[in-house]
């Protein structure tokens, strides 16, 4: 059983997001694959087997199963090209638990077709801001996510979230973000899911779902650069259009091997 960890929204190793990404000839019991991604210990690892229309895909933390996530789709698709089982001039398409999800190749970088995820303004729930240790110009809520804005790109950088009470929060994850302070990118994030046993992703596409949308109304454009602002730190094309983001990274392989189970 071949096995691959691929560091995502990257061209360097051991830098952006690592996952582990299965490859699999039949589908395996649900708490195989729990034990494999515990295993394997990164915030997520895909399993892929293919169907008649290109390949069933599901995510696993080291403490569950998720329904969307944006890097291990992105280095399944990379793998998938990189390593012969698809042909670089077709398009990936994954069948999952947030529906089709597809993946091409566009001017050398990953482009993931994702359904956009925007959020609406609500009350911070009892403890989020606490545990952040922050002041929000803004709180809203996605059917995953809390997101917060908060005034600069300093304070995403600095925050140094109280965990044991931020895992009382009920979501998926809160996500973090301000507006860049100038050159690059269009705006900054970090993102905190102790719900789902990660502290922080390094970069996180499914939160960019949200972070799209978001910044669409708040800059009036569609497309844009953005970084996560993570130790590893990663890039992302984020583009908007109409109910889908585009989101877009590069991925480099640096572990291959074989599952002796």
Avoid at 92 to 113: C, P, Q, R, V, Y
Avoid at 118 to 133: M, R
Wanted: with cysteine; aromatic share 10%; charged share 25%.
């Amino acid at each position: 059983m071949k096995i691959y960890q691929v560091d995502a929204f990257t061209e360097k190793p051991f830098s952006g997001n690592p996952a582990g990404v299965c490859v699999l000839n039949e589908k395996l019991d649900e708490n195989l694959m729990q034990n494999i991604a515990r295993e394997m210990n990164l915030s997520e690892t895909a399993f892929l087997v293919k169907n008649n229309e290109g390949y069933d895909l599901r995510w696993f933390t080291p403490d569950a199963e998720i329904d969307l996530c944006g890097h291990a789709t992105l280095v399944s698709a990379h793998i998938l090209w990189e390593k012969g089982y698809l042909g670089k001039d077709r398009e990936a398409k994954f069948s999952t638990k947030s529906g089709l999800l597809t993946a091409k190749m566009n001017e050398g970088w990953i482009e993931l077709n994702f359904p956009a995820l925007p959020e609406e303004k609500t009350e911070p729930p009892a403890g989020l801001l606490e545990a952040l240790g922050v002041e929000a110009s803004y709180v809203g809520k996605n059917r995953f996510d809390y997101l917060v804005e908060v005034e600069s790109e300093e304070i995403v950088r600095v925050i140094k979230p109280d965990f044991p009470k931020l895992l009382k929060v009920p979501a998926r994850g809160v996500i973090v973000t301000a507006r860049a302070r100038a050159g690059e990118y269009d705006f900054v994030s970090r993102f905190f899911a102790p719900e789902v046993g990660i502290w922080e992703d390094p970069v996180t596409g499914s939160a960019h779902c949200c972070l799209g949308p978001y910044w669409q109304k708040k800059l009036n454009k569609n497309e844009f650069i953005a970084y996560q602002a993570s130790e590893r730190g990663g890039v992302l094309k984020v583009k908007v259009t109409g109910e889908r983001v585009l989101i877009s990274g590069k991925a480099v392989t640096v572990l291959e091997g074989e599952l002796l189970i």
